[in-house]
Protein backbone atom coordinates (compact mmCIF):
# COMPACT_ATOMS: atom_id res chain seq x y z
CA UNK A 1 0.00 0.00 0.00
CA UNK A 2 2.86 2.43 0.83
CA UNK A 3 4.31 1.66 -2.40
CA UNK A 4 1.03 2.15 -4.31
CA UNK A 5 0.58 5.38 -2.62
CA UNK A 6 4.25 6.47 -3.42
CA UNK A 7 3.67 5.66 -6.85
CA UNK A 8 0.59 7.75 -7.04
CA UNK A 9 2.24 10.90 -5.51
CA UNK A 10 5.75 10.64 -7.48
CA UNK A 11 4.93 9.24 -10.57
CA UNK A 12 1.22 9.73 -11.51
CA UNK A 13 1.26 13.25 -9.90
CA UNK A 14 -2.04 12.28 -7.86
CA UNK A 15 -3.11 14.62 -5.48
CA UNK A 16 -1.59 14.59 -2.08
CA UNK A 17 -5.22 13.70 -0.30
CA UNK A 18 -6.66 11.88 -2.77
CA UNK A 19 -3.46 9.36 -2.69
CA UNK A 20 -3.59 9.07 0.72
CA UNK A 21 -7.61 8.82 1.43
CA UNK A 22 -7.14 5.69 -1.66
CA UNK A 23 -4.19 4.38 0.55
CA UNK A 24 -6.47 4.50 3.93
CA UNK A 25 -8.97 2.56 2.02
CA UNK A 26 -7.30 0.26 0.94
CA UNK A 27 -5.79 -0.58 4.70
CA UNK A 28 -9.71 0.35 5.81
CA UNK A 29 -10.38 -3.21 3.97
CA UNK A 30 -7.50 -5.68 5.04
CA UNK A 31 -7.66 -6.55 8.47
CA UNK A 32 -4.02 -7.25 8.54
CA UNK A 33 -3.47 -3.62 7.01
CA UNK A 34 -5.97 -1.52 8.82
CA UNK A 35 -3.61 -1.26 12.41
CA UNK A 36 -1.90 0.58 9.99
CA UNK A 37 -3.93 3.59 8.98
CA UNK A 38 -1.87 5.92 11.31
CA UNK A 39 2.06 4.99 9.97
CA UNK A 40 0.40 4.84 6.53
CA UNK A 41 -0.98 8.16 6.60
CA UNK A 42 1.87 10.13 8.23
CA UNK A 43 4.70 8.52 5.92
CA UNK A 44 2.58 9.10 2.56
CA UNK A 45 2.13 12.98 3.55
CA UNK A 46 6.01 12.77 4.43
CA UNK A 47 6.26 11.28 0.75
CA UNK A 48 3.92 14.10 0.07
CA UNK A 49 6.54 16.82 1.31
CA UNK A 50 9.82 15.42 0.68
CA UNK A 51 9.60 12.63 -2.16
CA UNK A 52 10.48 15.14 -4.89
CA UNK A 53 13.69 15.88 -3.49
CA UNK A 54 14.80 12.27 -2.72
CA UNK A 55 13.30 10.80 -6.32
CA UNK A 56 15.36 13.46 -8.33
CA UNK A 57 18.75 12.03 -6.12
CA UNK A 58 18.02 8.15 -7.20
CA UNK A 59 20.28 6.35 -9.61
CA UNK A 60 17.23 5.54 -11.58
CA UNK A 61 18.91 3.86 -14.57
CA UNK A 62 21.46 1.92 -12.13
CA UNK A 63 17.92 1.05 -10.13
CA UNK A 64 15.73 -0.08 -12.88
CA UNK A 65 17.79 -2.36 -14.16
CA UNK A 66 18.52 -5.66 -12.01
CA UNK A 67 21.58 -7.06 -10.84
CA UNK A 68 21.83 -9.59 -13.20
CA UNK A 69 21.91 -7.40 -16.27
CA UNK A 70 23.83 -4.77 -15.28
CA UNK A 71 26.79 -6.78 -14.55
CA UNK A 72 26.20 -8.25 -17.96
CA UNK A 73 26.11 -5.01 -20.27
CA UNK A 74 28.65 -3.36 -18.19
CA UNK A 75 30.93 -6.19 -19.14
CA UNK A 76 30.33 -5.83 -23.01
CA UNK A 77 29.60 -2.64 -23.55
CA UNK A 78 30.94 -0.40 -20.55
CA UNK A 79 29.81 1.38 -18.37
CA UNK A 80 28.57 4.28 -19.94
CA UNK A 81 26.69 2.55 -22.66
CA UNK A 82 25.38 0.60 -20.21
CA UNK A 83 23.72 3.00 -18.45
CA UNK A 84 22.24 4.64 -21.64
CA UNK A 85 21.09 1.74 -22.15
CA UNK A 86 18.99 1.65 -19.17
CA UNK A 87 17.98 5.09 -20.26
CA UNK A 88 16.53 4.08 -23.14
CA UNK A 89 14.39 1.60 -21.51
CA UNK A 90 12.49 4.05 -19.16
CA UNK A 91 10.90 5.83 -22.41
CA UNK A 92 7.69 3.55 -24.12
CA UNK A 93 8.59 2.91 -27.21
CA UNK A 94 7.10 4.01 -30.40
CA UNK A 95 5.37 2.21 -33.03
CA UNK A 96 7.22 1.53 -35.96
CA UNK A 97 4.84 0.37 -39.07
CA UNK A 98 6.93 -1.06 -42.84
CA UNK A 99 4.80 -0.27 -45.80
CA UNK A 100 3.62 -2.93 -48.16
CA UNK A 101 5.74 -1.29 -51.26
CA UNK A 102 6.49 2.93 -51.33
CA UNK A 103 3.22 4.02 -53.10
CA UNK A 104 0.96 2.35 -50.09
CA UNK A 105 -1.63 4.46 -48.09
CA UNK A 106 -0.11 5.49 -44.44
CA UNK A 107 -0.99 7.32 -41.59
CA UNK A 108 0.42 10.29 -40.19
CA UNK A 109 4.28 9.48 -39.72
CA UNK A 110 7.98 9.91 -40.45
CA UNK A 111 9.90 7.59 -42.62
CA UNK A 112 13.26 5.88 -40.79
CA UNK A 113 14.44 3.84 -43.84
CA UNK A 114 13.92 2.21 -46.79
CA UNK A 115 9.96 1.16 -46.68
CA UNK A 116 10.12 1.59 -42.13
CA UNK A 117 8.15 4.75 -40.45
CA UNK A 118 7.54 5.47 -37.35
CA UNK A 119 4.19 6.42 -36.61
CA UNK A 120 3.59 10.49 -35.25
CA UNK A 121 0.16 10.12 -33.43
CA UNK A 122 -1.23 7.31 -31.08
CA UNK A 123 -4.73 5.50 -31.54
CA UNK A 124 -5.69 2.34 -32.35
CA UNK A 125 -3.78 0.26 -35.15
CA UNK A 126 -7.09 -1.27 -36.64
CA UNK A 127 -8.39 2.03 -37.20
CA UNK A 128 -5.51 3.82 -39.21
CA UNK A 129 -5.17 4.83 -42.87
CA UNK A 130 -4.21 1.54 -44.84
CA UNK A 131 -4.12 -0.68 -42.35
CA UNK A 132 -7.74 -2.28 -43.25
CA UNK A 133 -6.44 -2.19 -47.09
CA UNK A 134 -3.49 -4.19 -46.00
CA UNK A 135 -1.13 -1.43 -46.98
CA UNK A 136 1.25 -1.79 -44.03
CA UNK A 137 1.69 -3.77 -40.86
CA UNK A 138 3.50 -2.95 -37.12
CA UNK A 139 6.94 -3.76 -37.18
CA UNK A 140 10.05 -2.48 -34.92
CA UNK A 141 12.28 -0.39 -36.92
CA UNK A 142 15.50 -2.83 -35.96
CA UNK A 143 13.34 -5.71 -36.36
CA UNK A 144 12.96 -4.96 -40.26
CA UNK A 145 16.85 -5.50 -40.86
CA UNK A 146 17.58 -8.88 -40.54
CA UNK A 147 15.26 -10.03 -43.75
CA UNK A 148 17.00 -6.82 -45.41
CA UNK A 149 20.33 -8.65 -45.09
CA UNK A 150 19.11 -11.85 -46.85
CA UNK A 151 19.70 -9.37 -50.15
CA UNK A 152 17.42 -9.54 -53.55
CA UNK A 153 15.29 -12.59 -52.96
CA UNK A 154 12.49 -11.78 -55.57
CA UNK A 155 12.01 -14.88 -57.44
CA UNK A 156 13.81 -17.03 -55.06
CA UNK A 157 12.79 -20.05 -52.04
CA UNK A 158 13.58 -18.52 -48.58
CA UNK A 159 12.46 -20.44 -45.46
CA UNK A 160 11.92 -17.92 -42.56
CA UNK A 161 12.05 -20.67 -38.90
CA UNK A 162 10.64 -19.22 -36.11
CA UNK A 163 8.21 -17.27 -37.76
CA UNK A 164 5.46 -15.25 -35.54
CA UNK A 165 4.72 -13.17 -35.61
CA UNK A 166 4.95 -12.55 -39.51
CA UNK A 167 6.45 -9.38 -39.96
CA UNK A 168 9.69 -10.98 -41.86
CA UNK A 169 7.41 -13.46 -43.72
CA UNK A 170 5.44 -9.91 -44.77
CA UNK A 171 8.68 -8.02 -45.44
CA UNK A 172 9.98 -11.32 -47.99
CA UNK A 173 6.76 -11.88 -49.56
CA UNK A 174 6.16 -8.10 -50.15
CA UNK A 175 9.86 -7.89 -52.09
CA UNK A 176 9.04 -11.30 -54.38
CA UNK A 177 10.46 -14.18 -52.80
CA UNK A 178 8.66 -17.73 -52.33
CA UNK A 179 8.46 -18.24 -48.53
CA UNK A 180 8.21 -20.72 -46.34
CA UNK A 181 7.20 -19.65 -42.96
CA UNK A 182 7.79 -22.49 -40.03
CA UNK A 183 6.41 -21.51 -36.76
CA UNK A 184 5.52 -24.32 -33.97
CA UNK A 185 3.05 -22.68 -32.52
CA UNK A 186 -0.55 -23.11 -33.62
CA UNK A 187 -2.10 -20.00 -32.27
CA UNK A 188 1.19 -17.86 -33.96
CA UNK A 189 1.06 -19.37 -36.94
CA UNK A 190 -2.96 -18.72 -37.57
CA UNK A 191 -1.81 -14.58 -37.10
CA UNK A 192 0.65 -15.31 -39.41
CA UNK A 193 -1.79 -16.59 -42.23
CA UNK A 194 -4.26 -13.66 -40.68
CA UNK A 195 -1.81 -11.30 -41.71
CA UNK A 196 -1.13 -12.62 -44.13
CA UNK A 197 -4.81 -12.37 -45.48
CA UNK A 198 -5.01 -9.08 -44.41
CA UNK A 199 -2.04 -7.82 -46.62
CA UNK A 200 -2.72 -9.72 -49.74
CA UNK A 201 0.00 -11.56 -49.57
CA UNK A 202 1.15 -14.78 -50.30
CA UNK A 203 3.48 -17.43 -48.03
CA UNK A 204 3.52 -21.22 -47.02
CA UNK A 205 3.26 -21.72 -43.19
CA UNK A 206 4.02 -24.96 -41.95
CA UNK A 207 3.73 -25.63 -38.38
CA UNK A 208 6.27 -27.28 -37.05
CA UNK A 209 9.50 -27.62 -34.80
CA UNK A 210 12.13 -25.50 -36.74
CA UNK A 211 14.48 -28.43 -35.33
CA UNK A 212 12.40 -31.17 -37.16
CA UNK A 213 11.61 -29.29 -40.52
CA UNK A 214 13.36 -30.90 -43.92
CA UNK A 215 13.68 -29.24 -47.40
CA UNK A 216 16.69 -26.69 -48.76
CA UNK A 217 16.10 -23.00 -50.20
CA UNK A 218 18.64 -20.41 -51.16
CA UNK A 219 18.10 -17.99 -48.56
CA UNK A 220 17.06 -19.03 -44.76
CA UNK A 221 16.46 -16.48 -41.99
CA UNK A 222 16.20 -17.30 -38.21
CA UNK A 223 14.81 -15.60 -36.07
CA UNK A 224 15.69 -17.34 -32.98
CA UNK A 225 14.35 -17.62 -29.75
CA UNK A 226 15.34 -15.45 -26.58
CA UNK A 227 15.60 -13.89 -24.02
CA UNK A 228 14.02 -10.94 -25.57
CA UNK A 229 16.40 -8.41 -23.47
CA UNK A 230 16.16 -5.82 -26.82
CA UNK A 231 12.69 -5.04 -26.44
CA UNK A 232 12.91 -4.13 -22.74
CA UNK A 233 11.09 -0.71 -23.44
CA UNK A 234 8.12 -2.90 -24.67
CA UNK A 235 7.69 -5.21 -21.63
CA UNK A 236 9.34 -3.12 -18.78
CA UNK A 237 8.59 -6.36 -16.81
CA UNK A 238 10.80 -8.94 -18.36
CA UNK A 239 14.33 -7.95 -16.21
CA UNK A 240 12.20 -8.65 -13.00
CA UNK A 241 10.72 -12.29 -14.69
CA UNK A 242 13.86 -13.78 -16.18
CA UNK A 243 17.40 -14.30 -15.04
CA UNK A 244 20.41 -15.27 -16.09
CA UNK A 245 19.67 -19.20 -16.07
CA UNK A 246 17.13 -18.20 -19.05
CA UNK A 247 19.93 -16.42 -21.29
CA UNK A 248 21.73 -19.82 -20.99
CA UNK A 249 18.53 -22.12 -21.76
CA UNK A 250 17.33 -19.77 -24.61
CA UNK A 251 21.41 -19.94 -25.99
CA UNK A 252 21.01 -23.95 -26.21
CA UNK A 253 17.31 -23.81 -28.11
CA UNK A 254 18.69 -21.42 -30.03
CA UNK A 255 21.74 -23.29 -31.35
CA UNK A 256 20.00 -26.56 -32.26
CA UNK A 257 17.70 -24.09 -34.71
CA UNK A 258 21.03 -22.60 -36.10
CA UNK A 259 22.29 -26.18 -36.37
CA UNK A 260 19.29 -27.14 -38.05
CA UNK A 261 18.64 -24.05 -40.33
CA UNK A 262 22.07 -24.38 -41.57
CA UNK A 263 21.20 -27.66 -42.82
CA UNK A 264 18.64 -26.03 -45.22
CA UNK A 265 21.02 -23.53 -47.00
CA UNK A 266 21.80 -25.27 -50.28
CA UNK A 267 25.12 -24.78 -52.00
CA UNK A 268 26.11 -21.00 -52.07
CA UNK A 269 23.28 -19.89 -50.40
CA UNK A 270 23.22 -17.16 -47.67
CA UNK A 271 21.92 -17.90 -43.74
CA UNK A 272 21.05 -14.30 -41.48
CA UNK A 273 20.55 -15.96 -37.89
CA UNK A 274 18.81 -13.08 -35.46
CA UNK A 275 17.88 -12.39 -31.87
CA UNK A 276 16.18 -9.68 -30.14
CA UNK A 277 18.46 -9.78 -27.51
CA UNK A 278 21.48 -7.61 -25.67
CA UNK A 279 23.19 -11.00 -24.54
CA UNK A 280 26.24 -12.13 -26.22
CA UNK A 281 26.03 -15.56 -25.30
CA UNK A 282 22.38 -15.14 -27.69
CA UNK A 283 24.09 -13.37 -30.42
CA UNK A 284 27.84 -12.89 -31.04
CA UNK A 285 29.01 -16.13 -29.22
CA UNK A 286 26.57 -18.95 -31.00
CA UNK A 287 28.03 -17.81 -34.05
CA UNK A 288 31.40 -17.70 -33.00
CA UNK A 289 30.48 -21.79 -31.70
CA UNK A 290 28.79 -22.65 -35.45
CA UNK A 291 31.62 -20.87 -37.41
CA UNK A 292 34.75 -22.90 -35.04
CA UNK A 293 32.81 -26.57 -36.21
CA UNK A 294 31.49 -25.53 -39.66
CA UNK A 295 33.93 -24.80 -42.06
CA UNK A 296 31.70 -24.87 -45.14
CA UNK A 297 29.94 -21.39 -43.80
CA UNK A 298 31.66 -18.24 -44.05
CA UNK A 299 30.69 -14.64 -42.44
CA UNK A 300 29.47 -12.47 -45.09
CA UNK A 301 30.02 -8.80 -43.00
CA UNK A 302 27.43 -6.30 -43.09
CA UNK A 303 28.67 -2.84 -44.52
CA UNK A 304 27.03 0.80 -44.02
CA UNK A 305 25.46 0.35 -47.37
CA UNK A 306 23.29 -2.62 -45.96
CA UNK A 307 21.96 -1.04 -43.18
CA UNK A 308 21.07 2.55 -44.93
CA UNK A 309 24.30 4.24 -43.87
CA UNK A 310 24.08 3.76 -40.18
CA UNK A 311 28.08 2.08 -39.70
CA UNK A 312 27.51 2.21 -36.10
CA UNK A 313 25.03 -0.85 -36.02
CA UNK A 314 27.60 -2.69 -37.56
CA UNK A 315 30.47 -4.37 -35.10
CA UNK A 316 33.95 -5.07 -35.42
CA UNK A 317 33.12 -8.47 -36.82
CA UNK A 318 30.94 -7.44 -39.21
CA UNK A 319 27.70 -8.31 -37.71
CA UNK A 320 24.60 -6.45 -37.22
CA UNK A 321 23.59 -5.03 -33.48
CA UNK A 322 21.43 -2.44 -32.69
CA UNK A 323 21.20 -1.01 -29.07
CA UNK A 324 17.57 0.99 -27.88
CA UNK A 325 19.06 4.26 -28.03
CA UNK A 326 19.59 3.87 -31.71
CA UNK A 327 17.78 6.49 -33.51
CA UNK A 328 16.09 9.63 -32.22
CA UNK A 329 12.96 7.91 -29.90
CA UNK A 330 14.61 4.57 -29.64
CA UNK A 331 14.11 0.83 -31.09
CA UNK A 332 14.57 -2.68 -30.58
CA UNK A 333 18.10 -4.08 -29.68
CA UNK A 334 18.62 -6.34 -31.63
CA UNK A 335 21.76 -8.78 -33.37
CA UNK A 336 22.04 -10.70 -36.81
CA UNK A 337 24.97 -12.09 -38.46
CA UNK A 338 24.75 -13.14 -42.10
CA UNK A 339 26.91 -16.28 -43.24
CA UNK A 340 27.45 -17.81 -46.75
CA UNK A 341 28.03 -21.82 -47.77
CA UNK A 342 30.14 -22.62 -50.21
CA UNK A 343 29.63 -26.46 -50.86
Known amino acids: ILLLGACELLILKVAPHAAVDAANELA?????AVHFKPLINAVLRKVAREGEAVLSGLDRERLSTPDWLWSRWTAQYGAGTARVIARAHQQAAPVDIVLKWPEAKFPPSESLFGNVRRLSESGRIDELPGFAEGD??????????????????????????????????????????????????????????????????????????????????????????????????????????????????????????????ARLVAPGGTLVFAVCSLERE??????????????????????????????????????????????????????????????
Open 136 to 261: WWVHDAAATLPALLLGDVAGHSVIDLCAAPGGKTLQLAARGAKVTAVEIDAARAERIRENLARTKLTAAIVQADARDFEGSAPFVLIDAPCTATGTIRRHPDLPWIKGAADVTVSAAAAYEILESG
Open 28 to 32: AKDSK
Open 282 to 343: EGEEQIAAFLSTHPEFSRAPITADDVFGHADWITPDGDLRTLPFHLPGGMDGFYAARLKRRT
